[in-house]
């Protein structure tokens, strides 16, 4: 089984005179008043074909998204009461569906930082919101020797500590019927993780990660604290926490659970 990925993004506006444009990377079509971006991303499941080698052709995808799915968008934009983006994408799914072979699942990146998805083995949306916080931290052992923590950790076993910009992304399951709305996940993430978290030293001023049994404070274990913080004011508010990926650098991250 092969699993395909097409990335399909354009502008969405019901009152653009122009359906017109050849920038895929940009974004079809060619920008004309004030339109919105978007990006949906379509994955295919399936086995490619033995002699083309291809599991279904990307221009078959773009096309069909354009046809299907695009429409859809830029019909609720233009409706006096729209619905909500997390209840439209189970019909953005069906679209896709019906015009592609092997469509197993979309996800709707509204912006940068907001992704909704939605497959086929599931009734429910997953909402994948990311946040950022600042903090300081040491990764030290205490039941380990100075040099032993040294030859660990290296650098990040400096005394006064060391920072970076943490950014986070709960992974959340929401009924479309009773979506969570995006401002309660941001208030909740701000409560249990920036507010605590941010602009603070972990191993200093924080409960989990101080003192002589807090935890050491690597980005496997901040991940693991975030969705515990997160757990149970997520499930409170009607909805379920799948997942938090937490990222140290562009180049390190540490989803729990996985």
Known sequence: MHLLTRIVRFLADPHAAC??????????????????????????????????????????????????????????????????????????????????????????????????ERDMESDTVLVRQRFEFSAAHRLHVPSLSDDENRRLFGKCNNPAGHGHN???????????????????????????????????????????????????PSVENIAMVCFRRLEKPVREAGAALRSVTVWETDRTSSTYPA
């Open 166 to 216: 943490y950014r986070v992304e709960p992974a959340i399951a929401v009924d479309p019927a009773r979506p969570l709305p995006f401002d309660t996940i941001e208030r909740i993430v701000q409560q249990q993780i920036i507010e605590p978290f941010d602009h603070k030293h972990l191993n200093e001023q924080t409960d989990e990660f101080g003192g002589e049994v807090g935890l050491n």
């Open 19 to 116: 359906v017109h444009g050849t920038n895929g990377f940009g974004g079809k079509p060619a920008w004309s008043g004030m339109p919105r971006y978007f990006e949906i991303e379509v994955r295919c499941a399936g086995e490619p074909d033995a002699k083309t080698g291809y599991l279904i052709n990307i221009k078959q995808i773009d096309e069909a998204v354009h046809r299907a799915v695009v429409p859809r968008v830029v019909e609720a934009i233009g409706q006096d009461d729209p619905p909500g983006p997390t209840a439209l994408v189970g019909s953005l799914l069906d679209a896709a569906r019906e015009a592609v072979p092997g469509v197993c699942s979309i996800a709707w990146r509204l912006t940068p930082a907001l992704v909704l």
